[in-house]
């Protein structure tokens, strides 16, 4: 009696895993034939030509994508979405060859905009009917191409980068927030959608795309670290390491950038990169965070000093403060090695205070003085520290 359950349940799981496999294959065949076909002979083919290939693969594709809907089970649910994915691909050249004919969407970024609304649309319907990951996907990034390339259509590049920036910020807040399909997925589209519009308008506005695109990405790393509580951990780690991958791409052209420029402007730049990375030092999801914490603190002393350059006053003033806060963050057992940096930029911004605002022959030794008194007020709270955690381990100690 067993043995004729297991046998039919064993049948159908080879069948169904031979379908699969046939789908993939079938549409990886099909797109890679168009792909051919537009690259080699598509200029050959007239209209109708056009239409009825492109066409009729979308019609296949999205027709065998409905078969397998009916069923479901994990392989057909997989299969389903390939297929249809492979008719949103079609239907994209439909759109571009109907586009180009009666839209006059022959070139950019009004072919773009035909093409990534078609997929948008076709997604969306595919979603609606039948949620799945790859419709999601192509759902949301149809609908960020689109509003990029219809906002450059009519207002230019800087306003393209910054309408993407603000809905896919919107996306990612949404996903953050509410419990959505896919939300880790989610907010890591409308991340890396945010940081990529933010860049992109750069390419027109240079000073305005890379300070959106480095605050884009700090605010990421910080909201991993505070949406504790309200957003689950693969959301917060999804937008963390999205947010530091994007300091990395942005930091780095914003500072050549502004050097060029202004101290300031690159001293402040520098100095929020140092904020992120001392925040997220601070946050559960971060490993090694002492030493996160350390090198995010130089960073914004070193952000400071270079805002020195044209404005000693601001930076003196805003690194010696900078400097107490990291020395009191540092009194905290977790983050000990601050406090040394902390110290250290003391030694540095006070004295330069001291020679900036009391300028002449006077300075110098009232710098000297100061400087005196740092370390020792530095060397009696560090043996404060260690005094406290020496009485602290024997109280705990067993008797």
């Not at 991958?245 to 001293?267: K, R």
Request: with cysteine; hydrophobic share 55%; charged share 10%.
């Amino acid at each position: 009696m067993t043995s004729d359950i297991v046998m039919p349940l064993r049948t159908n799981r080879r069948a169904a895993a031979v379908a699969e496999s046939l789908g993939y294959l079938g549409g990886s065949l099909g797109i890679l034939g168009l792909v051919l076909l537009a690259v080699r002979s598509w200029s050959d083919f007239g209209l109708a030509t056009r239409l009825t290939l492109s066409g009729g693969a979308a019609l296949v594709f999205g027709a065998s994508g409905a078969v397998a809907n009916a069923s479901t089970s994990a392989a057909s649910s997989r299969l389903r979405q390939y297929l249809w994915f492979a008719a949103t691909a079609s239907f994209g050249v439909v759109a571009a060859t109907f586009g180009t004919q009666w839209l006059n969407a022959d070139e950019d970024p009004r072919r773009i905009l035909v093409v990534a609304g078609s997929v948008f649309v076709a997604s969306a319907v595919m979603w609606w009917w039948r949620a799945g990951l790859l419709q999601h996907v192509t759902a949301l990034a149809g609908a960020l191409v689109a509003v990029g390339a219809g906002s450059k259509e009519m207002w230019g590049t800087t306003t393209a980068g910054l309408a993407v920036w603000a809905m896919a910020g919107i996306v990612a807040l949404v996903a953050a927030l509410v419990p959505v399909p896919w939300r880790w997925l989610t907010a890591g589209i409308g991340a890396i959608g945010a940081i990529g519009g933010a860049l992109y308008g750069a390419t027109e506005s240079t000073a305005v795309g890379l300070v959106t695109a480095v605050a884009t990405s700090a605010v990421l790393v910080v909201a991993a670290n505070y949406l504790d509580g309200m957003s689950d951990s693969d959301v917060r780690l999804t937008l963390a390491i999205v947010g530091v991958v994007g300091l990395i791409q942005s930091a780095p052209p914003a500072i050549d950038h502004f050097t060029d420029q202004a101290g300031l402007n690159t001293g402040l730049v520098v100095g929020l990169v140092g904020i992120t990375t001392l925040v997220a030092a601070m946050s559960d999801l971060m490993v090694l965070g002492r030493v996160t914490a350390a090198v995010g603190g130089s960073i914004m002393l070193i952000g400071c000093a270079i805002a020195g350059t044209e404005s000693p006053d601001f930076a003196t003033v805003v690194g010696s403060l900078l400097a107490v806060f990291l020395v009191g963050v540092g009194l905290t057992p977790t983050y000990r090695s601050t406090a040394f940096v902390g110290i250290a930029g003391l030694l540095v911004f006070l004295p330069w205070a001291v020679v900036t605002f009391f300028p002449g022959d006077d300075g110098v030794p009232l710098a000297i003085v100061v400087a005196g008194a740092l370390v020792t007020v530095g060397g009696l709270g560090y043996w404060r520290l260690v005094d406290r955690k020496a009485r602290r381990n024997e109280r705990s100690e067993p008797v």
